[in-house]
């Protein structure tokens, strides 16, 4: 509820989320981010592939010279034919290491986010997952001039979480139809029933590598010359534009694509063998490109209903475009709102129903980091007269509209140690049966409250002095307040 929210002051994971992020996509020119390389490649590939091709034709037609050369010319054409075929090798030797560059970019980018997201057990990982999303809604900025342009940095990230832990749920659920991802999963149980652990994970490195490079490359097409000219961009990032016809915006998304899927294939590609094995060569070379056609699969689909893999993508998509929109009008009061724009996109035949109820069963209606108001009970189990603060911490709440939070105060104090609360409907102030219960109570005895919770307290912008949700900024800015994910107890309230 705070007007004037500090900047929090990074702790050692923020730090490093901080730097997975610029990695992607960074607000410095000076810095080599992903997208920076992709731009750069989008500025000059097709010149780059013309002089290859040039080269071939040069190296090819000194060719044809030498078989009909007489003794006579012979010498000095195959010295031509040499030095004509050394040119097209330091050119494609120049062109694919490059993309080798950008590979290894890329993958180690997906390898760093995995290991935020992925633990030993289940339950570790839901944890882990819960804080990383939790963390990049509380770091997000909410207003100000950057707002925009630092949600879409983050965007990426938030519903990359959300593709890796769909794809878990679904398989959970045997609601996993694709061959290639079944594949994959099975050969994981097998392996780990050897006795020596294994570095190469099939499902790791064959399924969550790639489609976490197809959900962090979606947007990158953004930034081809022709997308950036519909944007009207200046500079290095593109501004999101809100009134696109509906022909620009279909032209956009076209172009968009069309340049994420071309970068994946080409910018990208596949990662060199090493090795003298032809064997070994044919079989790696046949696994990589599987997973880049799995992963360019994920990324044509995304933007078509239906059941297919590119759910892992398009639902996620709409859920993180709700919570972390990059648009100047942000309202984050009607944040939970999310699960409506996906049950109403799913009867309208937007989205698959059954993959958005999946995924609501996953993050309920309440974002990661999201303020909840809530009115705690009594040592009797009743309703006190005052309520109190919490946090959104957990992933798989027992229903959608029972969220997992962290309870941040108490007596009307912030505290730096609080207890797990699963907040039911009857008792958070975001719905009508909790605030009528507080309907009784004094103007003034609920302005007091408030002025305790709030250190920027303005009575004139709140309805009643009850709040439906309240901001963390203020309150996640101090370290002291951002370890909200150590495990204990789970209370229901």
């Given at each position: 509820?705070?007007?004037?929210?500090?900047?929090?002051?990074?702790?050692?994971?923020?730090?490093?989320?901080?730097?997975?992020?610029?990695?992607?996509?960074?607000?410095?020119?000076?810095?080599?981010?992903?997208?920076?390389?992709?731009?750069?490649?989008?500025?000059?590939?097709?010149?780059?592939?013309?002089?290859?091709?040039?080269?071939?034709?040069?190296?090819?037609?000194?060719?044809?010279?030498?078989?009909?050369?007489n003794?006579?010319?012979e010498?000095l054409?195959?010295?031509?034919?040499?030095?004509?075929r050394?040119?097209?090798?330091?050119?494609?030797?120049?062109?694919?290491?490059?993309?080798?560059?950008?590979?290894?970019?890329?993958y180690?980018?997906?390898?760093?986010?995995?290991?935020?997201?992925?633990?030993?057990?289940?339950?570790?990982t839901?944890?882990?997952?819960?804080?990383?999303?939790?963390?990049?809604?509380?770091?997000?900025?909410?207003?100000?001039?950057?707002?925009?342009?630092?949600?879409?940095?983050?965007?990426?990230?938030?519903?990359?979480?959300?593709?890796?832990?769909?794809?878990?749920?679904?398989?959970e659920?045997?609601?996993?139809?694709?061959?290639?991802?079944?594949?994959?999963?099975?050969?994981?149980?097998?392996?780990?029933?050897?006795?020596?652990?294994q570095?190469?994970?099939?499902?790791?490195?064959?399924?969550?590598?790639?489609?976490?490079?197809?959900?962090l490359?979606?947007?990158?097409?953004?930034?081809?010359?022709?997308?950036?000219?519909?944007?009207?961009?200046?500079?290095?990032?593109?501004?999101?534009?809100?009134?696109?016809?509906?022909?620009?915006?279909?032209?956009?998304?076209?172009?968009?694509?069309?340049?994420?899927?071309r970068?994946?294939?080409?910018?990208?590609?596949?990662?060199?063998?090493?090795?003298?094995?032809?064997?070994?060569?044919?079989?790696?070379?046949?696994?990589?490109?599987?997973?880049?056609?799995?992963?360019?699969?994920v990324?044509?689909?995304?933007?078509?209903?239906?059941?297919?893999?590119?759910?892992?993508l398009?639902?996620?998509?709409?859920?993180?475009?709700?919570?972390?929109?990059?648009?100047?009008?942000?309202?984050?009061?009607?944040?939970?709102?999310?699960?409506?724009?996906?049950?109403?996109?799913?009867?309208?035949?937007?989205?698959?129903?059954?993959?958005?109820?999946?995924?609501?069963?996953?993050?309920?209606?309440?974002?990661?980091?999201?303020?909840?108001?809530?009115?705690?009970?009594?040592?009797?189990?009743?309703?006190?007269?005052?309520?109190?603060?919490?946090?959104?911490?957990?992933?798989?709440?027992?229903?959608?509209?029972?969220?997992?939070?962290?309870?941040?105060?108490?007596?009307?104090?912030?505290?730096t140690?609080?207890t797990?609360?699963?907040?039911?409907?009857?008792?958070?102030?975001?719905?009508?049966?909790?605030?009528?219960?507080?309907?009784?109570?004094?103007?003034?005895?609920?302005?007091e409250?408030?002025?305790?919770?709030?250190?920027?307290?303005?009575?004139?912008?709140?309805?009643?002095?009850?709040p439906?949700?309240?901001?963390?900024?203020?309150?996640?800015?101090?370290?002291?307040?951002?370890?909200?994910?150590?495990?204990?107890?789970?209370?229901?309230?």
């Open positions: 509820m705070t007007t004037d929210p500090k900047t929090p002051v990074e702790n050692s994971y923020s730090k490093n989320l901080g730097k997975l992020i610029s990695g992607l996509l960074s607000g410095s020119r000076f810095q080599l981010s992903i997208y920076g390389t992709a731009a750069r490649f989008f500025s000059r590939d097709e010149q780059d592939s013309a002089e290859i091709a040039a080269l071939q034709q040069v190296w090819e037609h000194s060719q044809a010279q030498l078989a009909h050369a003794r006579k010319t010498a054409l195959i010295a031509d034919v040499q030095q004509k050394q040119q097209l090798f330091d050119a494609e030797y120049r062109y694919e290491q490059l993309q080798q560059q950008r590979y290894g970019q890329l180690l980018l997906c390898q760093q986010l995995l290991e935020l997201t992925e633990g030993q057990t289940r339950q570790e839901i944890l882990r997952s819960s804080r990383l999303l939790g963390t990049l809604q509380l770091l997000a900025p909410s207003e100000g001039d950057g707002m925009a342009a630092m949600q879409q940095k983050y965007k990426p990230f938030y519903k990359a979480v959300l593709s890796l832990r769909l794809l878990d749920h679904l398989l659920q045997n609601l996993i139809t694709n061959s290639y991802i079944l594949k994959k999963a099975t050969q994981r149980q097998q392996m780990l029933q050897l006795p020596d652990q570095a190469y994970c099939p499902f790791r490195d064959d399924v969550q590598i790639p489609l976490l490079m197809a959900v490359l979606q947007d990158v097409g953004h930034y081809h010359p022709d997308a950036m000219r519909l944007l009207q961009a200046d500079g290095s990032q593109p501004s999101y534009r809100l009134q696109f016809s509906n022909t620009e915006r279909q032209e956009f998304l076209e172009i968009s694509l069309q340049a994420s899927v970068f994946l294939l080409k910018g990208i590609g596949v990662p060199a063998y090493r090795g003298n094995s032809k064997s070994e060569r044919a079989e790696y070379q046949q696994n990589e490109q599987e997973k880049m056609a799995f992963a360019a699969t990324l044509r689909t995304a933007a078509t209903p239906g059941s297919g893999v590119g759910n892992l398009r639902i996620p998509q709409v859920y993180a475009s709700a919570v972390l929109p990059g648009r100047a009008r942000f309202v984050y009061e009607s944040l939970p709102k999310v699960a409506l724009i996906l049950k109403n996109g799913a009867r309208a035949g937007q989205y698959d129903e059954r993959m958005v109820d999946q995924l609501l069963t996953i993050t309920g209606i309440f974002p990661q980091g999201y303020g909840i108001v809530y009115l705690p009970k009594d040592k009797t189990n009743a309703s006190a007269e005052r309520y109190e603060f919490a946090i959104v911490n957990s992933l798989y709440p027992p229903s959608p509209e029972t969220p997992l939070c962290r309870g941040v105060t108490r007596n009307l104090r912030y505290r140690s609080g797990n609360l699963a907040v039911s409907v009857e008792h958070n102030l975001y719905f009508k049966p909790a605030r009528q219960k507080l309907a009784v109570i004094p103007e003034a005895r609920l302005q409250i408030l002025s305790k919770l709030s250190s920027s307290f303005e009575p004139a912008q709140l309805r009643h002095f009850l439906r949700s309240w901001h963390p900024d203020e309150f996640f800015a101090d370290p002291k307040h951002q370890n909200l994910w150590n495990r204990n107890e789970l209370q229901q309230n």
